[in-house]
T-cell receptor, first 114, second 120 residues
Framework: GENVEQHPSTLSVQEGDSAVIKCTYS??????FPWYKQELGKRPQLIID?????GEKKDQRIAVTLNKTAKHFSLHITETQPEDSAVYFCAASRGSGGYNKLIFGAGTRLAVHP | GAVVSQHPSWVICKSGTSVKIECRSLDFQATTMFWYRQFPKQSLMLMAT?????????EQGVEKDKFLINHASLTLSTLTVTSAHPEDSSFYICSASNYEDGSSYNSPLHFGNGTRLTVT
């Protein structure tokens, strides 16, 4: 089955700096790669996703890149703010007709210091 | 749109009792829902896929007789933890997709608020 590895497990940056989180996946048939942000005790919230027919996607300060050949994808957060502090999870899935069996990475705990 | 509601948000039960958790899609129909479990400071681990009108599909290592899943309608899936033990204490989260969001591609997965189960 699919296996998703995520690095680093913790990341500490100064406010205004950029943060990069990287994930690799094992199943070459995976075609959907979302990123979730989870604050303590709350549900994961989708922040951005990318599909296998696209190499890069950007939404304001957040961007995701996908390298299908290498089977890795990354989350980039620019101009970080303290409210970006949370646990971020990458995930991957394959399926048809909207069957979303998502497999998650281990998570990255991001701390943004003022 | 695409709101997933989960109830209860937290529950404390005694060892040996059973607990039922409900997951509802409020503004869309979900033929498939997913149940995840998350231990403190760990990732979300897929437990099972709940299919409306048919049996659930369980991930390897998840006991189907212990974690009973029922998906009787297009808007409701339930997870019952039977004969709960302290090691079952965890954060259980359901999720579902509104397929109308994505047509031929995978559509975004939306999560419920989760249920924190504590077994004493």
């Amino acid at each position: 089955g699919e296996n998703v590895e995520q690095h680093p497990s913790t990341l500490s940056v100064q406010e205004g700096d950029s943060a990069v989180i990287k994930c690799t996946y094992s199943d070459s048939a995976s075609n959907y790669f979302p990123w979730y942000k989870q604050e303590l005790g709350k549900r994961p919230q989708l922040i951005i996703d990318i599909r296998s027919n696209v190499g890069e996607k950007k939404d304001q300060r957040i961007a995701v890149t996908l390298n299908k050949t290498a089977k890795h994808f990354s989350l980039h957060i620019t101009e970080t703010q303290p409210e970006d502090s949370a646990v971020y999870f990458c995930a991957a899935s394959r399926g048809s007709g909207g069957y979303n069996k998502l497999i998650f990475g281990a998570g990255t705990r991001l701390a943004v210091h003022p | 749109g695409a709101v997933v509601s989960q109830h209860p948000s937290w529950v404390i039960c005694k060892s040996g009792t059973s607990v039922k958790i409900e997951c509802r899609s409020l503004d869309f129909q979900a033929t498939t829902m997913f149940w995840y479990r998350q231990f403190p400071k760990q990732s979300l681990m897929l437990m099972a896929t709940s299919n409306e009108g048919s049996k659930a599909t369980y991930e390897q290592g998840v006991e189907k007789d212990k974690f009973l899943i029922n998906h009787a309608s297009l808007t409701l899936s339930t997870l019952t933890v039977t004969s709960a033990h302290p090691e079952d204490s965890s954060f259980y989260i359901c999720s579902a997709s509104n397929y109308e969001d994505g047509s031929s591609y995978n559509s975004p997965l939306h999560f419920g608020n989760g249920t924190r189960l504590t077994v004493t």
